[in-house]
């Protein structure tokens, strides 16, 4: 018996770290699988990434958005969880090193994901607000909760603004769908709370460095939803660059915005772990893989999703950061496994893009499907069909839909929630 | 302008210090009075305490069973909420000491309920684990499931058993409720999540010091309740004291039990706070008031609920700490209120026991109501509709119904998350 108490038989064994959208459909596809498979992730759960916004802006539960991975793998032969986190390669000895011991891999997947990127703005890193994971989620719902109380406390016009103008880095799905959500806590459910406070102070500002909102999709999906931003009072703030932030105000190249609260959602580099001296060769902590997904030049350490560099000819600088990616790189990677348990040749990893999307606001979303390109109404339906059918369980699908039914009619049925005070905290690590 | 942003106007104003069942009520029955209402509380939202058992286990999730102070009272006038703890009360100027300023009062009502009381035992109140707020019970969950997670990890037997025994004290309401939903746990949904642990290591015992469980119910219930507990696994111990713990054994006077989890639901005493030499005469922090709800001689000083103790005949120690009791000091004082703003007489508030209740596991419960006295499926029922029509809002009720009902198909939906990791910290303050 090894430090994490896993059994040693006959069957190869596949250690997977990270339980994300890579990771778990990896560990799902190889189940009927001749492997020992054992996941390692720091959560004992799955976290549905794309709605982290709406936990931030109190609109879900965690509970809504996770999964207890023990759950997902309940009854899976040979499938061994370890709440653990990774902490070195030792790809000679063929051993990973976790807080919790080392321990022995025949084959070893890094499906690590990524984390926040303050691109070295050292001022961001200490005083801007990442929301990569729920912890996160949850210090923000806090932060900008406990501003209000703070603002209703204050005296002076200029604290009172400052408290209420949120900046947000950074114009992709995230940073779109959480100026969104803020444009409608502003609008319709934050006034009843706060009658002392007038809202016409308070400001939600969209920064993006590049000349257009939602840079990787479409123009008619960036022009809809650039108005559909100004239309719930969003100001975008496009070809502009963020110097620097002390916590009070934001320093951009074009202008100074006062804020306590500043959230980045500008960029993600790969959660690399130590060990391995080929990553990194594509910048951004990912690690250069080929075609099944080796890592440089080892052949039973692979790296998939947003942790890993895959250079194909349409995406020479490796295929774009999407949940979507790492769910078909984790499909394919555990097909691959069944081809080499058989002696059969492993085939090349092909990304099918099935179209991007990203919700403004409580009923409108943009939809890039190939040459199809739609917005509005019809648009959030399709958002919410395709992220409530990509929810992990039966009670999650049914919880948020009861949840987005309700505040569909009322929005006032966000639960504004304080149930930790907010913490200038890391809880990446 | 004060401290807290209150307007100075020509209304008499009433500060009430906490939202709990007896707050809440007093500030929604002053809301057409010619009061200015002042709310404070340490969180920014209204508890249902008797089903914190149930989010400690990872049943229900903190939205089901909290509902936002500011939502409450959406809309009422001369209504005030301030996120603020209590510090201290300067009883001859009128003034509260809070943690962001003082406030001036003309009525001062202290409706800060109960907190955990060790009754002297240091390694009980250093080691083990008190459940009386929404931040103590994810504690507590995310102990209990760290601990399952450190058992996978053991290899020495004495070491798992530790880890996977749980001995609750008290065996009141909320211990008899732990101590059933724990079983149900070990019993339906632990073993599927740990296929490597073997579940008749786990132990659940309720210790309590009187002669028999469910003290201050009648005969029949707590019979009942103990059969009830012994067919789902629990091992009862009655007429048995805790000497000490030390965060590895439960030392009493009878035997000593090795348990990694202590937690304690054994004791409460009033949360009274400074400033008032009159509070504590009938012992546990509760203020002496008379049937006003008066404090001592103050005339404008008030206690209401869990931290108030009432002489009456039938209570010569005071009232027991109920939500009903605080409910109806709360209705009545805001009766008294509107009496002394017409110049009339108050009314003596009388306390009309309207039963007790008690769930044991999933589809059991006991109900006293009055001299009927019944329990089972039918009991269960009772508990459930009462418990559903008392929780706040229509969103609540249907999350809260929609998560028994699947439960009551399938034990699987609990959510087993572990958001933040265990601390040892007291929430409390």
Chains 1, 2 share one sequence.
């Not at 958005?65 to 070195?88: D, E, H, S, T, V």
């Not at 200490?126 to 994971?133: A, E, F, R, T, V």
């Not at 005296?155 to 769908?177: C, K």
Request: proline letters at 4%.
């Amino acid at each position: 018996m090894n430090a994490l108490n896993i059994p040693d038989t006959n069957l190869k064994r596949i250690v997977i770290i990270g339980c994300g959208f890579g990771g778990l459909q990896l560990a799902k596809k190889l189940a009927k699988q001749a492997y020992q498979v054992v996941m390692l992730d720091k959560h004992n759960y799955h976290t549905f990434q794309p709605l982290l916004y709406q936990v931030a802006t109190a609109g879900l539960e965690p509970d809504s958005i996770a999964y207890p991975i023990r759950r997902i793998f309940k009854g899976q032969k040979n499938f061994y969880f370890r709440l653990a986190a990774a902490q070195k390669v030792e790809a000679p000895q063929n051993v990973l090193h976790t807080n919790i011991g080392p321990l022995q891999y025949d084959y070893l997947v890094i499906a690590t994901g990524s984390t926040t990127n303050y691109f070295g703005l050292k001022g961001v890193a200490q005083k801007g607000l990442p929301m990569k994971n729920i912890p996160e989620a949850l210090n923000l719902r806090s932060l900008i909760l406990e501003n209000f109380e703070k603002a209703a406390l204050s005296h002076e016009l200029s604290d009172r603004q400052r408290l209420m103008n949120f900046v947000i880095v950074g114009a992709g799905p995230t940073g779109v769908e959480l100026a969104g959500a803020l444009a409608e806590l502003k609008t319709h459910v934050l006034p009843n709370d706060y009658p002392d406070l007038d809202f016409r102070q308070m400001s939600i500002h969209l920064i993006e460095a590049m000349d257009k909102v939602l840079p990787p999709m479409s123009d008619t999906a960036s022009k809809k939803s650039l108005k559909y931003l100004t239309q719930l009072g969003v100001q975008v703030w496009t070809d502009t660059k963020v110097a620097n932030y002390d916590g009070k105000d934001v320093y951009t190249d074009k202008k100074t915005l006062p804020a306590s609260t500043l959230i980045w959602a500008a960029g993600v580099k790969g959660a690399s772990i130590e060990g391995l001296n080929e990553q990194g060769e594509m910048g951004g902590g990912r690690y250069l893989v080929n075609e099944f997904n080796q890592v440089g030049s080892h052949q039973n350490i692979f790296a998939i999703g947003d942790v890993a560099a895959m250079q194909a000819s349409e995406y020479p600088k490796g295929h774009p950061m999407l949940a979507q990616v790492a769910m078909q790189q984790g499909q394919h990677l555990a097909k691959n496994f069944k081809a080499w348990a058989q002696n059969k040749k492993p085939q090349n990893f092909k990304y099918k893009d099935p179209g991007t999307m990203a919700t403004v606001g409580r009923n409108k979303a943009v939809v890039d499907l190939g040459t199809l390109r739609f917005g509005g109404f019809a648009g959030w339906l399709v958002w919410m069909f395709v992220h409530l059918m990509s929810l992990v369980g039966f009670k999650n699908k049914a919880v948020v839909l009861t949840n987005w039914v309700l505040s569909y009619f009322s929005y006032d049925k966000k639960m504004r929630l304080i149930i930790r005070p907010f913490q200038r905290q890391n809880f990446s690590d």
